[in-house]
């Protein structure tokens, strides 16, 4: 079994910064792309950050130059450092992980952790 589990959200006042974590474990033989989605209030999940095993990372556009994903692979971790943050960025934001688990190629998700920017 594989578990993804995020952490680092909370409230923060425009302006401010945030930095998310989200770990996975379990019985990964390797994880390849992970990623960062959100979901606001009446609003469908969008794909916020991606980030492939070597680092090279794609951002939505409403977050270029804000915000940046990084991660560590020995610890099977991708975080999130979230810069200039907007009341917009209210959301609950999730990671995912492509993982090779006991020879299979599988998508996991982690269960949210929820970003409140206040104006």
């Known amino acids: 079994q594989v578990q993804l589990v995020e952490s680092g959200g909370g409230l923060v006042q425009a302006g401010g910064s945030l930095r998310l974590s989200c770990a996975a474990s379990?019985?990964?033989?390797?994880?390849?792309?992970m990623r960062w989605y959100r979901q606001a209030p009446g609003k469908q999940r969008e794909l916020v950050a991606d980030?492939?095993?070597?680092?090279?990372?794609v951002y939505v556009d409403s977050v270029k130059g804000r915000f940046t994903a990084s991660r560590d692979n020995a610890k099977n971790t991708v975080y999130l450092r979230m810069n200039s943050l907007k009341p917009e960025d209210t959301a609950v934001y999730y990671c995912?992980?492509?993982?090779?688990?006991?020879?299979?190629?599988?998508?996991?998700w982690g269960q949210g952790t929820q970003v409140t920017v206040s104006s």
């Open positions: 379990g019985s990964i033989s390797s994880i390849n792309a």
């Open positions: 995912n992980a492509d993982a090779w688990v006991a020879g299979t190629f599988k998508t996991y």
């Open positions: 980030i492939a095993r070597g680092g090279s990372s």
